[in-house]
């Protein structure tokens, strides 16, 4: 009897087969409208023998607006097994109904009662299906199978809601080993605005007893798991346990609910990190593509310096991960100059033969395996976690049989979510796989490729946006100008190049609204203090005249608030220069960089040189010592004249002197001339009887004179 049953079973699935090969695709009958939709919760054991059972439980919801009636769920399966690659990709694209495959109704369970024997709308259902693996005709074909649930009505043989889950059912051992590594990423949307308030408080669920940081935390401490941790997470949770605010869209704070969820996420991270396999990622998880293609890869330096801000990750070697894991050559390259000790990337964008390959300037690429995250096969939901695990196993048991060169292959998974993180609860266990950390497989010699990166339009489509890279330059550029006003600017340059490395976070795509609500107030807070707390006082009308070293007093005013408890704090260091209109007949000399504390005022002289008349209109603009504009330009309109108040005073001092000269000149040749006379006779007296007024023509021979 049971060789009849497996003669069967072979012909059945011989004659599936053939219908598979013989039927197009286009064939197939379109996907069913569903009116409940079934979850899976648990299948077990992940690699049922011959001759055990299969137990599958789920819940199943009315998606319709009406009560279904009479609901009954069976188990189902495909009894012709998945062999290869080609196989496997044509199960996950075919609809619910292809192949048909057939129900087991041995084994059922009514979704209702009698006493109530409908399911609302929205209404939701459990249940539990065991079947013994030998009833279900298998083809006798080591192989993946399609296995799941049927809900029918009764007395409808249409089902109303399928899933489908791949199932390996495996006697023998793969000729080749599988070695398999697991990384956690444990990152998460930044959200501090300055120290103890946060721009919204979403970090207190994900910490919390059943939030997705917990679950991806607990994800990775599990045997041979290796972790790569964002550094900024730690600054925000260690803020967060200190006690917290968080804003409103009106300004306003209130407190935080995370503290102690904080608390108790970092003493778990503590126990991780001192006993597991670990990495750090770059400071703030920042966008590389985005950044490297909008040429700000100044960003990425400053999420590489910030990460030594953070001691407990300081020491961990860094993994630099692109968004997605997608890259091209430029990518790869600006990645690689972080010093990175390995680059992690989709397999879908890397397209070598192994895990690890060889990338640029000696710093290797690992690949991990974008589609099995992904789950499947349809119908939705799919990508539960059983059907992620499940896929994960059918991917390494294929990858395992088609290796012929009898070599050890491998396998990288990457968990970044809740979903994958329950996927892996369970170690990814198998005959004929072998788990080792990150470090192990790095310790291995990458394999040699051709280097040619696969960045698609969609990839780059996902990128921060054109909007989101302006206000980061901004943002990055009034950081910089911020620490170059400062006289002890070392904390605000570090808190600086943290916060921009934040802004620039790959968590932003798709965010926007979240990424304004974060970077709104501190790019207000900088242009409050770049642009009005440095302010020029001066008179709006300055006259002079026309020559050089005539000054003015002009007033710098430094209004950033005082600390008490650090009188160095808010100081600032700048230089005022001048932009004439008309520099060939006014110049005003800068007036050099010099110290002024918070609440601080200094006044000093410029100096102008002028050479015309008029009146040249001035620009004084305040600079940080490097060259960088703060504070608002004050305009300033300098009048040159000779016939001001100071020139009518020099007109009218050169105006007496010059009389009082030719006064005392005439006086000298008056004087000079009554010597002279009286040493000789006086001359004949004039017609009129007076003497000669000209002493040196009465002196003359009168031959001469009648002449």
């Given at each position: 009897m049971r060789t009849a049953r497996v003669l069967l079973a072979v012909a059945v699935s011989g004659c599936t087969l053939l219908g598979m090969l013989l039927l197009p695709v286009s064939a197939s009958a379109a996907e069913p409208v569903p009116?409940?939709?079934?979850?899976?919760?648990?299948?077990?054991?992940?690699?049922?023998?011959?001759?055990?059972?299969?137990?599958?439980?789920?819940?199943?919801?009315?998606?319709?607006?009406?009560?279904?009636f009479r609901l009954e769920a069976l188990f189902w399966r495909n009894q012709a097994p998945i062999l290869g690659r080609a196989g496997l990709e044509q199960a996950l694209v075919s609809n619910s109904n292809d192949p048909l495959g057939a129900r087991y109704t041995g084994v059922f369970q009514d979704l209702t009662t009698p006493q109530?024997?409908?399911?609302?709308?929205?209404?939701?259902?459990?249940?539990?299906?065991?079947?013994?693996?030998?009833?279900?005709?298998?083809?006798?074909?080591d192989g993946i199978y399609l296995m799941g649930v049927h809900v029918l009505q009764r007395g409808n043989n249409v089902a109303i809601g399928r899933t489908r889950v791949f199932v390996p059912v495996v006697a023998g051992k793969p000729s080749s080993m599988l070695t398999t590594t697991t990384i956690v990423t444990l990152n998460s949307r930044p959200s501090l605005v300055r120290k103890g308030v946060?721009?919204?408080?979403?970090?207190?669920?994900?910490?919390?007893?059943?939030?997705?940081?917990?679950?991806?935390?607990?994800?990775?401490?599990?045997?041979?798991?290796?972790f790569a941790i964002d550094p900024a997470l730690i600054d925000e949770l260690k803020i967060m346990s200190a006690g917290y605010q968080v804003l409103d869209s009106e300004g306003t704070t209130s407190a935080g609910t995370g503290q102690a969820d904080a608390t108790r996420w970092l003493e778990g991270f503590e126990a991780l990190r001192t006993s597991h396999d670990g990495y750090r990622l770059l400071y703030g998880s920042p966008d590389v593509a985005a950044l490297v293609h909008d040429g700000q890869e100044n960003v990425l330096t400053d999420a590489a310096n910030a990460n030594k801000l953070v001691e407990s990750t300081r020491s961990l070697p860094?993994?630099?991960?692109?968004?997605?894991?997608?890259?091209?050559?430029?990518?790869?390259?600006?990645?690689?100059?972080?010093?990175?000790?390995?680059?992690?990337?989709?397999?879908?964008?890397?397209?070598?033969q192994a895990p690890l390959l060889a990338g640029p300037d000696g710093v290797p690429i690992v690949r991990f395996a974008a589609a099995a995250n992904k789950g499947g096969p349809g119908p939705d939901p799919r990508?539960?976690?059983?059907?992620?695990?499940?896929?994960?196993?059918?991917?390494?048991w294929i990858e395992a049989t088609a290796a012929r060169d009898g070599l050890n292959h491998g396998k990288v998974q990457l968990i970044t979510n809740a979903t994958q993180a329950k996927a892996s609860d369970r170690n990814l266990e198998a005959p004929?796989?072998?788990?080792?950390?990150?470090?192990?497989?790095?310790?291995?010699?990458?394999?040699?490729?051709?280097?040619?990166?696969?960045?698609?339009?969609?990839?780059?489509?996902?990128?921060?946006?054109?909007?989101?890279?302006?206000?980061l330059r901004k943002f990055e550029w009034s950081q910089q100008t911020y620490g170059d006003l400062l006289v002890d600017a070392s904390n605000a340059r570090a808190e600086g190049t943290a916060?921009?490395?934040?802004?620039?976070?790959?968590?932003?795509?798709k965010h926007d609204k979240a990424r304004r609500a974060f970077l709104g107030p501190q790019q207000a807070t900088l242009d409050e203090i770049l642009l009005n707390k440095i302010q020029i006082r001066s008179s709006a009308r300055v006259q002079t005249v026309a020559q050089q070293g005539v000054e003015f007093p002009i007033t710098i005013k430094n209004t950033i608030e005082a600390d008490g408890s650090d009188p160095n704090a808010g100081a600032v260091k700048v230089k005022l220069v001048f932009n004439s209109e008309n520099s060939q007949r006014l110049t005003i000399k800068p007036i050099k960089p010099t110290e002024i504390k918070a609440q601080d005022t200094l006044t000093a002289n410029a100096e102008v040189t002028a050479k015309a008349n008029g009146i040249v209109p001035v620009t004084a603009q305040l600079m940080t010592e490097s060259g960088r504009p703060v504070g608002r330009p004050f305009k300033i309109e300098v009048q040159v004249t000779q016939n001001g108040t100071t020139g009518w005073a020099i007109a009218v001092a050169a105006g007496i002197v010059l009389v009082a000269s030719t006064f005392f000149r005439i006086r000298q040749v008056a004087r000079e001339r009554s010597k002279s006379t009286s040493s000789e006779p006086p001359g004949p007296p004039a017609a009129d009887g007076s003497a000669d007024p000209l002493p040196a023509l009465s002196s003359a021979p009168a031959e001469k004179l009648d002449a």
């Open positions: 009116s409940v939709s079934i979850t899976l919760t648990s299948l077990s054991p992940d690699l049922p023998s011959r001759d055990g059972e299969i137990t599958v439980t789920g819940r199943v919801t009315n998606i319709t607006k009406e009560r279904l109530n024997p409908s399911l609302a709308p929205n209404a939701s259902v459990d249940f539990t299906l065991r079947v013994r693996v030998s009833d279900l005709e298998l083809s006798p074909t946060f721009s919204d408080d979403h970090l207190a669920p994900e910490v919390g007893e059943n939030g997705r940081l917990t679950a991806l935390l607990k994800a990775a401490d599990t045997n041979k798991t290796t860094l993994l630099v991960l692109p968004g997605g894991g997608a890259a091209d050559a430029a990518v790869a390259k600006a990645a690689a100059a972080l010093h990175a000790d390995a680059i992690l990337l989709a397999d879908t964008s890397a397209k070598g990508e539960t976690a059983i059907h992620i695990h499940m896929r994960m196993l059918t991917e390494s004929w796989l072998k788990q080792r950390t990150l470090t192990e497989l790095l310790k291995a010699t990458p394999a040699v490729w051709p280097e040619k990166y696969r960045y698609s339009s969609a990839a780059r489509g996902r990128e921060l946006t054109p909007g989101q890279l302006s206000s916060a921009v490395a934040r802004a620039a976070s790959v968590k932003w795509r």
